[in-house]
């Protein structure tokens, strides 16, 4: 046990303890400090900094999570516009003013990284050889969207920039969930028997069941696709009499119906006729299927809706603007009909316009602003739902500015019916 310390030099300090309260530990046993047996008490000053990194932490997080919404939503492609393009001698100075809904993830010109990035605009120097130098810039954002932009250099002299239309992706956008109750029915004839090719269509309707299978949940077992000599009259009216009555359940599937081929129209104009492969276009009543019957057919199996594609005119011409039938005239126009009210009809232009191609992408030119549509471009409010008015606002539009005019898509039933619902 311990006791006061004796020592005369140490007594003063004692006496002082003593005078204090203070016991110094004599006569105790030894105690845990409080520090040692209780946590420590933060100081007001660091409570206040714990909640400040706490408020920031949230608002980080909260900015990440809109961020990786935006990206999920963002449906459109970077923009390119090429500012300056300046020669010296051997070489090209080339800028480019880059933009996008969220973010860039990559721009490269001819596979070249920028030399040097100031906000929006990147610069490039590059080496331009004896024969020219064809110049493609491309912009990748985050969601993995790609546009390009391309001119052409010469030593000497530069040609005006060439816009390019970005490639169809049916694996972005908006889709629906897949569903036993969806079923498609596809055509695309390119090379006939015994009339000029259809430029492109078989790759249009082969590109189109991609869609069906991505964008509007349709299962693989469910999509009929029949091209060039696959589809024949008779092709076409079996799929027509014997497969859609089997993947169609009355009242409960939605149909969608996709055609890309010559179509031509009677003599008087009171029929549209479909022309298979192998058909005489001399004699369409007997050879061809008339778009009256393609609707009762399909009316016979009693969808609950049908949406109709026709990448076609009846104008008696080819998609690159060659007559089916040299002796008649051109330009007929088809007396329309009224449709169901369940059926939507998209048509590639009037009944007497050329439908036709964008040969830098290979697509009909309706066919690939459809693709375009339901990849989001149609969203015209960012719903995550195109409806047929949205989508035949945006083609309409689209497919007139590609055409100088000269095509223009028209569309059959309900605007306010949906192409694609969403998930």
């Given at each position: 046990m311990k006791t006061w310390e004796t020592r005369s030099n140490y007594l003063t300090s004692v006496e002082e303890a003593k005078r204090r309260g203070l016991d110094c530990g004599v006569g105790t046993s030894p105690q845990v400090t409080k520090a040692e047996s209780t946590p420590a008490?933060?100081?007001?000053?660091?409570?206040?900094?714990?909640?400040?990194?706490?408020?920031?932490?949230?608002?980080?997080?909260?900015?990440?999570?809109?961020?990786?919404?935006?990206?999920?939503?963002?449906?459109?492609?970077?923009?390119?516009?090429?500012?300056?393009?300046?020669?010296?001698?051997?070489?090209?100075?080339?800028?480019?003013?880059?933009?996008?809904?969220?973010?860039?993830?990559q721009v490269t010109l001819n596979g070249l990284k920028p030399s040097k990035i100031t906000g929006i605009t990147y610069y490039w120097e590059t080496f331009i050889p004896p024969e020219g130098l064809s110049v493609l810039i491309e912009a990748v954002d985050q969601r993995g969207l790609v546009s390009q932009k391309s001119t052409r250099v010469e030593r000497g002299k530069v040609t005006e920039a060439v816009a390019r239309l970005a490639a169809i992706n049916p694996l972005i956008g908006p889709k629906q969930a897949h569903s036993r109750d969806r079923a498609a029915l596809i055509i695309g004839l390119e090379q006939y028997a015994a009339a000029p090719p259809a430029d492109y269509a078989a790759r249009d309707a082969l590109i189109f069941a991609d869609?069906?299978?991505?964008?509007?949940?349709?299962?693989?077992?469910?999509?009929?696709?029949?091209?060039?000599?696959?589809?024949?009259?008779?092709?076409?009216?079996?799929?027509?009499?014997?497969?859609?009555?089997?993947?169609?359940?009355?009242?409960?599937?939605?149909?969608?119906?996709?055609?890309?081929?010559?179509?031509?129209?009677?003599?008087?104009g009171e029929s549209a006729y479909i022309v298979p492969y192998g058909a005489d276009t001399f004699l369409l009543e007997d050879t061809a299927?008339?778009?009256?019957?393609?609707?009762?057919?399909?009316?016979?199996?009693?969808?609950?809706?049908?949406?109709?594609?026709?990448?076609?005119?009846?104008?008696?011409?080819?998609?690159?603007?060659?007559?089916?039938?040299?002796?008649?005239?051109?330009?007929?126009?088809?007396?329309?009909s009224s449709v169901p009210e369940n059926y939507l009809v998209f048509t590639a232009g009037e009944s007497?316009?050329?439908?036709?191609?964008?040969?830098?992408?290979?697509?009909?030119?309706?066919?690939?602003?459809?693709?375009?549509?339901?990849?989001?471009?149609a969203d015209m409010n960012s719903d995550g739902r195109i409806s047929a008015g949205e989508l035949h606002q945006y083609v309409r539009e689209s497919v007139g500015r590609f055409s100088a005019g000269a095509q223009t898509p028209t569309m059959l039933g309900d605007k306010s019916k949906w192409v694609l619902r969403g998930e």
């Open positions: 008490i933060r100081s007001p000053e660091t409570s206040e900094e714990v909640r400040i990194l706490k408020e920031r932490l949230a608002r980080l997080e909260a900015q990440s999570q809109q961020i990786e919404q935006a990206v999920l939503a963002d449906n459109r492609p970077p923009t390119i516009r090429i500012t300056s393009l300046e020669v010296n001698g051997l070489q090209a100075r080339v800028l480019a003013q880059i933009e996008d809904d969220v973010s860039i993830e869609y069906a299978r991505e964008k509007l949940g349709i299962p693989a077992e469910n999509i009929k696709v029949l091209t060039d000599g696959e589809a024949t009259r008779s092709g076409l009216l079996r799929a027509l009499k014997v497969w859609l009555p089997q993947a169609v359940r009355p009242d409960q599937t939605d149909l969608y119906v996709f055609y890309a081929g010559h179509g031509m129209a009677s003599d008087d299927i008339s778009r009256e019957r393609f609707y009762e057919e399909i009316g016979a199996a009693r969808p609950r809706t049908a949406t109709f594609f026709f990448d076609n005119c009846y104008a008696g011409t080819t998609r690159s603007e060659e007559r089916l039938l040299a002796s008649r005239p051109l330009g007929i126009k088809v007396k329309e007497n316009q050329t439908a036709g191609v964008l040969p830098e992408v290979k697509h009909g030119r309706f066919s690939y602003f459809i693709f375009k549509g339901l990849e989001g471009e």
